[in-house]
């Protein structure tokens, strides 16, 4: 068996649509949506990520500015600059680039924002509508594997998923989307983390198995069943290479699998963009 692709241009054109048609919309009326970022210290992953963002952004013609910090900015610092955009009336949404180094609190940062400025969905108020099925950004990875598997008519309603990672971009909301009712959820959902020791277990009954933790080839053959959908959410660089949590091996079981290349990442930034209008157009209905 060689896997179908789960190619992510496919899935992120349509939303990129949709937004620079309500992009333009709203720029007829005078509003331009705005996306700020936050980029703490000299991580050249974090900085690409970063300028894909705004690449994507100029592209729909939102307005957007990157908020560059030193290595060694203090919580006090990081946290003064997340005030000035929430006060800023040109940005609509923003987000704060994660990781950040390890002497600043990525939780504590999330507070001090602006829930109602939360592009990537991820601040405790966005997390906690969407743990009780209320409207909300959602985090922008989560929603992009809701997409591809509706683009890709993957059934999900009764399926089992198995989510590897329960971190706080990926894995946890990415449970909470899928086991919600309605499209592209409604799913039976297991989430696997350094606390389970058995890995294959679980990943072994997995219909759709999402890994999110950032470790590469994590995910090898022997651990899916014949015929899954397997998506890597994770990715790791080893010098230039980009490195993804499911080893290329995988496709010779899978039936759908994400590609090393062109997966996951464009759909994250076109939710990221679909977040942000939403919450342009929000604003302008205040």
Request: charged content about 20%; aromatic content about 2%; hydrophobic content about 40%.
């Given at each position: 068996m060689t896997a179908q692709l789960l190619e992510g241009a496919a899935v992120a054109e349509g939303v990129m649509q949709d937004v620079a048609s309500r992009t333009a919309a709203l720029v007829a009326r005078g509003i331009t949506p705005g996306l700020a970022t936050v980029l703490v210290g000299d991580d050249p992953a974090s900085a690409g990520y970063v300028r894909k963002k705004h690449e994507a952004c100029a592209s729909v013609g939102i307005y957007s500015r990157?908020?560059?910090?030193?290595?060694?900015?203090?919580?006090?610092?990081?946290?003064?600059?997340?005030?000035?955009?929430?006060?800023?009336?040109?940005?609509?949404?923003?987000l704060i680039q994660h990781p950040l180094p390890g002497h600043l609190d990525f939780g504590r940062a999330l507070l001090e924002m602006d829930p109602e400025k939360d592009a990537d969905g991820l601040h405790p108020q966005s997390i906690g509508?969407?743990?009780?099925?209320?409207?909300?950004?959602?985090?922008?990875t989560p929603a992009g594997v809701r997409a591809m598997l509706l683009h890709y008519d993957v059934p999900?309603?009764?399926?089992?998923?198995?989510?590897?990672?329960?971190?706080?971009?990926i894995g946890r909301p990415l449970s909470l989307l899928l086991s919600r009712s309605g499209p592209g959820a409604n799913a039976a959902v297991t989430v696997l983390h350094s606390g389970v020791s058995d890995l294959h277990h679980y990943t072994l009954q997995a219909d759709i198995l999402v890994a999110g933790v950032g470790r590469p080839s994590i995910v090898v053959p022997d651990m899916v069943r014949e015929g899954a959908v397997v998506i890597s959410a994770g990715i790791t660089w080893e010098g230039k290479r980009l490195v993804p949590d499911v080893d290329e091996s995988v496709g010779e079981k899978a039936a759908w699998i994400t590609?090393?290349?062109?997966?996951?990442?464009?759909?994250?930034?076109?939710?990221?963009?679909?977040?942000?209008?939403?919450l342009a157009e929000q604003a302008a209905q205040a």
């Open positions: 990157n908020i560059e910090l030193e290595p060694d900015t203090s919580e006090d610092e990081l946290l003064a600059a997340i005030r000035e955009l929430n006060d800023d009336p040109e940005i609509h949404g923003f509508k969407l743990a009780i099925g209320l409207e909300a950004p959602v985090p922008a999900t309603s009764g399926r089992h998923v198995v989510v590897i990672g329960r971190g706080p971009t590609p090393r290349l062109g997966g996951l990442g464009v759909t994250t930034v076109a939710m990221l963009l679909q977040n942000t209008v939403g």
